[in-house]
C-alpha cells in the first residue's frame, strides 16, 4: 500500500519562513562582504555622516583616490591646511578614524568667503576626531613633531596672492612651510593638490589666475628642504588650457589638477 505525506498549512509556513530566512542571510552576507572589500578610502567616502552636497564634489575630486596615493591612513594625525567649509577635513576624518585626528585650520579671510560653514559642520561633536584651528596668515603656531601629515588642497598658490581688502595678507613662504616642517614628524607627509598654470609661468599667477606651474611647486617644496615623493595625474583634464582663471564659466570645478606627495626631512 503506498503511503501519500500530507504537508499541513503549519509545515508550509515553517518552510517558506525558512527559505526566507536563508534568503536574507544570504542578502546580509552578501553586504556584508561587499563592505568588508572597501577599501578604507573608499568606505571614508561612503560615510553616511557626510552631508548630500558633499557628495555632489566627489566625481571630480576623487578624493578616494587621492587620499590612497597620498598615504593618509587610519590613526594619523592630519592638518587640513586653509580648509575652508572643512570638506576634505570630513573625509580625512574617516579614513584617520577614532584612533587618528584631524586639525581644520581656517582663518578670518576664509570664514568671511564661507560663513559658519566650518563650525557647522565639526561643531558640537558632529565629527568627534576633529578640531577646528584658527590662524592668520604669518602667526600659525604648530606643536613641534606631532603631525603625520599636512594637506594643503586647492591652496598652495595662495602663497602668492594678496587681498589686503578681503583681509588676505601676503604669506610669508619660507617661513610657512618651515612651521609645517617643525610640525610634522621626520618623514610626514605634505600632500598638495592644485590648478595647473602653464609650465614657465611666475608665481604671480596664483594670484591672478588661482593656478601655480607644478615645477615652480616642486623647487619651492624642495628649497624647503622637503623630498619630491612622487605625483599623480589622477585629477588631469587635458581639455583645460591652463589660461583661465579657475572660477571662469565652463571651467570652474573641471580645472587641470595636479597632485603631489612630499616628505619631511629627517
Known sequence: MNKTTLFSPLSTVLTLALISGCGEQAATAEVESAAA?????????????????????????????????????????????????????????????????????????????????????????????????????????????????????LSFHDLYHVDADGGWELVDGPAFLAELSKGLKPGGIVAIVDHSAAAGSPPETGDSLHRIDPALVVATMEAAGFTSDGSSDILANPDDDLSQTVFADGIRGKTDRFVMRFRNPG
Open 37 to 153: 572589500e572597501m577599501s578604507v578610502y573608499e568606505a571614508a567616502v561612503a560615510n553616511e555622516l557626510r552631508p548630500d552636497a558633499d557628495r555632489t564634489r566627489d566625481a571630480g575630486r576623487k578624493p578616494a583616490e587621492v587620499l590612497e596615493f597620498v598615504g593618509i591612513k587610519p590613526g594619523m594625525a592630519v592638518l587640513d591646511m586653509y580648509s575652508g567649509g572643512g570638506w576634505y577635513a570630513e573625509v580625512i576624518a574617516h579614513v584617520v578614524g577614532d584612533s587618528g585626528h584631524v586639525i581644520a585650520h581656517s582663518n578670518e579671510a576664509y570664514k568671511n568667503f564661507v560663513g559658519d560653514a566650518l563650525e557647522e559642520r565639526f561643531g558640537g561633536g558632529r565629527v568627534p576626531n576633529t578640531e577646528i584651528l584658527m590662524a592668520e596668515n604669518n602667526h600659525l603656531l604648530l606643536e613641534e613633531n606631532t603631525l603625520d601629515a599636512v594637506m594643503l588642497a
